[in-house]
């Protein structure tokens, strides 16, 4: 199961790693406002706030990935609880709960799968 559990947490930082370049460079691009169902007007308008929210994004897959490469597993669970809160936050906040299933889901099965 820890491999199980190891895969989960490399995916998720990778996966963050992709919010970031969303965020932060393609908020405002034909991609990123596909991504996100913004008009233009809304992404122009939102894209400091956007890079902001890359930029956290950003840390979560930093943690996840110092985790793995250090072996430290309590590291890991820790960041997988932040990009869970994260997420039920998100879903919470944006009334989205696409966001749920996408980012909060993956990190409580990962933590779920360490656990069993």
Same mark, same amino acid.
């Given at each position: 199961?820890?491999?199980?559990?190891?895969?989960?947490?490399?995916?998720?930082a990778l996966e963050h790693i992709?919010?970031?370049?969303?965020?932060?460079?393609?908020?405002?691009?034909?991609?990123?406002?596909?991504?996100?169902?913004?008009?233009?007007?809304?992404?122009?308008?939102?894209?400091?706030?956007?890079?902001?929210?890359?930029?956290?994004?950003?840390?979560?897959?930093? %943690?996840?990935?110092? %985790?793995?490469?250090?072996?430290?597993?309590?590291?890991?669970?820790?960041?997988?609880?932040?990009?869970?809160?994260?997420?039920?936050? %998100?879903?919470?906040?944006?009334?989205?709960?696409?966001?749920?299933?996408?980012?909060?889901?993956?990190?409580?099965?990962?933590?779920?799968?360490?656990?069993?």
């Amino acid at each position: 199961m820890k491999t199980l559990f190891i895969i989960m947490a490399a995916t998720i930082a990778l996966e963050h790693i992709y919010f970031l370049v969303l965020e932060m460079f393609y908020w405002t691009k034909p991609t990123g406002i596909k991504a996100f169902g913004l008009s233009k007007k809304q992404a122009e308008s939102s894209k400091v706030l956007a890079a902001n929210q890359g930029l956290y994004n950003g840390f979560l897959a930093a %943690g996840l990935i110092w %985790g793995l490469f250090s072996d430290k597993t309590d590291v890991i669970v820790f960041f997988l609880i932040c990009v869970s809160i994260a997420g039920v936050y %998100g879903a919470y906040s944006t009334k989205k709960i696409k966001l749920f299933y996408i980012q909060a889901v993956p990190a409580i099965v990962a933590l779920l799968i360490l656990l069993f």
